[in-house]
């Protein structure tokens, strides 16, 4: 099925401490061109939120999320998943959430 992938800008300019280069875009790229065509919406989410948080060293300057919209089921009544992660920064723990809900499509 087709992902569509959200994130914030505080994954992308999540910096690395060693020369301050940010995550960027190619770093969100980079992650979703290694995932299996497979991979299902927290598998997304949660690959893409903490490539960024070990990009950081687990430090930031933003707060950041990621939101994935998965369709499961190329059908008129098909599925759609949605998962989201935000990375634990400065230590507290990492959150996810995913739900599973019918759509009509045209």
């Known amino acids: 099925g087709d992902s569509v992938v959200l994130y914030t800008d505080g994954i992308t300019e ?4 060693g020369d301050g280069r940010q995550f960027d875009e190619s770093g ?3 992650v979703l061109t290694r995932l299996s065509p497979d991979a ?3 598998a997304i989410a949660a690959a893409v ?3 960024a948080y070990t990009y950081a060293d687990h430090h930031a300057a933003d707060d950041s999320g990621v939101v994935v919209v998965r369709i499961l089921e ?3 009544s098909a599925f759609v998943k949605t998962s989201s992660a935000t990375p634990a920064w ?3 723990a ?3 959430a995913s739900t599973l809900s019918p759509s009509i499509t045209e």
């Open 40 to 42: 299902d919406a927290d």
């Open 90 to 92: 400065s230590g507290s």
């Open 49 to 51: 939120a903490d490539a």
């Open 28 to 30: 969100v790229l980079d």
């Open 74 to 76: 190329p059908s008129r």
């Open 14 to 17: 999540a910096r690395h401490p």
């Open 94 to 96: 990492p959150t996810a």
